[in-house]
Nanobody, 124 residues
Framework: QVQLVESGGGSVQAGGSLRLSCAASGHTYSRWCMGWFRQAPGKEREGVATIDSDGRTKYPDSVKGRFTISRDNAKNTLYLGMGSLNPEDTAVYSC??????????????????WGQGTQVTVSS
């Protein structure tokens, strides 16, 4: 059973930065497509970054240039670097493991395992 555990959330002022981590169990981690998603109160969960087993990344326009997804396969760990944060980035951020290579990697229905999430709060 895959377990995903996020850490690194917290409170930050607008313009600040945070780095999230996601520790994964499983000896085939390097083969997985992974993603970061967020859900703000009253809103749908949305994908903010994905990375496949070859290191190719994808971002929505809302975070492109501000967020960076990366992975360390030796440590079974996924990262999300977030910069130039603004209050609209406030949400619970979760990491997820995809089912194979999803055709639309930023859509949540392509993912099978989820972490519990970590809160990110950005104040103005």
């Amino acid at each position: 059973q895959v377990q995903l555990v996020e850490s690194g959330g917290g409170s930050v002022q607008a313009g600040g930065s945070l780095r999230l981590s996601c520790a994964a169990s499983g000896h085939t981690y390097s083969r997985w497509c992974m993603g970061w998603f967020r859900q703000a109160p009253g809103k749908e969960r949305e994908g903010v970054a994905t990375i496949d087993s070859d290191g190719r990344t994808k971002y929505p326009d809302s975070v492109k240039g501000r967020f960076t997804i990366s992975r360390d396969n030796a440590k079974n760990t996924l990262y999300l670097g977030m910069g130039s944060l603004n209050p609209e980035d406030t949400a619970v951020y979760s990491c997820a493991r995809a089912i194979g290579r999803p055709p639309r990697p930023l859509e949540r229905n392509g993912y099978i395992s989820w972490g519990q999430g970590t809160q990110v709060t950005v104040s103005s």
